[in-house]
């Protein structure tokens, strides 16, 4: 099972929208919306933002959203503040004998 | 408050043994999956495998199976991840994750994540 595919980085100004996506196959991404999203800050654990593609849990902006189409899923941050300068992965089910993905890991630079 | 705390650093030789441990608290261990990660240093993250404490059947991930073993000693709430003659190339950050979801059914969806245990394997 490979990992799921991300851009290697995106960029944006405070204020602006951004968009990370996550490419897999109908194995994974395109099987379920089984799709989660993870924030992480050098040297801290994960953060889960979203689960099942769209949903926040308690605690977590709003400028945080997802979607999916078909195979890609993909991370919305709006409003993009200097405290998202993070790396984020995208993570899914899969129905192979891999329980579950990442995705390769964007970095987020607020410029 | 809902936590799973791991075991500390730890510093080994090539052809060592080493188990590590997160222990949970604040909620229900045996109803919640437990998963574990690999972060080799500045790199990306990697399932190592799966378990559901009720029924204690760990699903490895291919890169893993036969290299870890993962098991959970549930009159504790206590996950492992145990390596029976450790390589230089297991030198990373492990993390443990509680599921989201409270329910046999995997989703994929992680809440909860300890702090992280470093290995470093050097002779």
């Known amino acids: 099972q490979s990992a799921l595919t991300q851009p290697a980085s995106v960029s944006g100004s405070p204020g602006q929208s951004i968009t990370i996506s996550c490419t897999g196959t109908s194995s994974d991404v395109g099987a379920y919306d089984y799709v989660s999203w993870y924030q992480q800050h050098p040297g801290r654990a994960p953060k889960l933002i979203l689960y099942?593609?769209?949903n926040r849990p308690s605690g977590v902006s709003n400028r945080f959203s997802g979607s999916k189409s078909g195979n890609t899923a993909s991370l919305t941050i709006s409003g993009l503040q200097a405290e998202d300068e993070a790396d984020y992965y995208c993570n899914s089910f899969t129905i192979t004998t891999t329980p579950t993905v990442f995705g390769t890991g964007t970095k987020v630079t607020v410029l | 408050e809902v936590q799973l705390v791991q075991s500390g650093a730890e510093v080994k030789k090539p052809g060592e043994s080493l188990k590590i441990s997160c222990k949970g608290s604040g909620y229900r261990f045996t109803s919640y999956w437990i998963g574990w990660v690999r972060q080799m240093p500045g790199k990306g993250l990697e399932w190592m495998g799966i378990?559901?404490?009720?029924?204690?059947?760990?699903r490895y991930s291919p890169s893993f199976q036969g290299q870890v073993t993962i098991s959970v000693d549930k009159s504790t709430s206590t996950a492992y991840v145990q390596w029976s003659s450790l390589k230089a190339s297991d030198t990373a950050m492990y993390f443990c994750?509680?599921?989201?979801?409270?329910?046999?059914?995997?989703?994929?969806?992680?809440?909860?994540w300890g702090q992280g245990t470093m290995v470093t394997v050097s002779s």
């Open positions: 994750a509680k599921s989201h979801y409270e329910s046999s059914g995997f989703r994929a969806a992680f809440d909860i």
């Open positions: 099942d593609v769209s």
């Open positions: 378990m559901y404490p009720g029924d204690s059947d760990p």
